[in-house]
């Protein structure tokens, strides 16, 4: 699996980077075929309106898809891309990370119980969030941001239908605000950027307080389905965040 690490940044209204190229289109492919075999051994989790999900567990051992989640799922993966988000820190992102996250584990039940008991063992720790997702017709989200122990989040889209919708759709509030809730009124903020889904392209952003996205309605004309990977850095806790000078 070779992947192509050319971008572009954006530092209004939050630090992100869209991967025009980042996978080929028969890598793009194989994963596709690997997530609807899944589909045919698995039950697939209906997450929210017409999106539904695939459990990384069952990913097989050496298959492209298990390939790319290790590529994912690693410190070195994790410091290049805050490193590129974080390029130009001066005049990103209205907010800053106010803690460093220097080690990623694997998060289960065990792991989970034992942080909550030893919270200073797992204080600059981090996770891996990743699954499978096919979106069907109907399917969006209204702006938000995502949890607040969230800290990069990604989008891999890994097919393309033209003039069916389904864009991700960037925020940013109206006014200066210290009201960040996950789930702003709509009249407070306005649309400032729409990103299509094409087969390849990966995006990726600070899952900071002003990081507002939502998903433009998808309306395939036939039954198609959109086939995306969603994944996020994630804390054991919630990310401590500073919010800088720069407006």
């Known amino acids: 699996m070779d992947v192509n690490l050319n971008y572009k940044y954006f530092n209004k209204p939050f630090s992100y980077l869209v991967f025009d190229n980042f996978l080929s289109l028969e890598d793009q492919n194989q994963i596709i075929e ?13 997450v929210m309106n017409g999106r539904y999900q695939y459990d990384t567990s069952h990913l097989k051992k050496n298959s492209l898809s298990d390939k790319l989640y290790n590529y994912f799922n690693s410190k070195e993966t994790f410091d290049l891309i805050k490193k ?8 990103s992102s209205n907010f800053h ?14 792991i989970s119980k034992i942080s909550r008991f030893l919270p200073f063992a797992f204080k600059n720790s981090f996770f891996l969030h990743m699954d499978f997702s096919v ?9 938000h941001h995502d949890k607040n122990t969230r800290i990069i989040n990604f989008l891999l889209y890994l ?12 925020y940013r509030y109206k006014k200066n605000t210290n009201d960040y809730s996950q789930f702003p009124k709509f009249d407070d903020v306005e649309l400032d950027n729409k990103i299509s889904p094409k087969g390849g392209k990966l ?7 002003d990081s507002v996205h939502g998903v433009e309605k998808f309306y395939p004309i036939k039954d198609e389905k959109r086939f995306f990977i969603y994944g996020s850095y994630t804390s054991f806790f919630k990310v401590k965040w500073f919010k800088s000078n720069t407006i």
């Open 203 to 209: 995006v990726v952003f600070l899952s900071s307080p």
């Open 135 to 143: 979106a069907k017709k109907d399917y969006f989200r209204e702006p």
């Open 34 to 46: 690997e997530i609807s075999d899944l589909n045919k051994s698995f039950t697939v989790k209906r």
């Open 159 to 170: 097919n393309t239908l033209e003039n069916s919708g389904g864009a991700l759709e960037i």
């Open 84 to 91: 590129k988000l974080l390029l130009n820190e001066s005049g």
């Open 97 to 110: 990370l106010e803690q460093s996250f220097d080690r990623i584990t694997k998060n289960n039940k065990f």
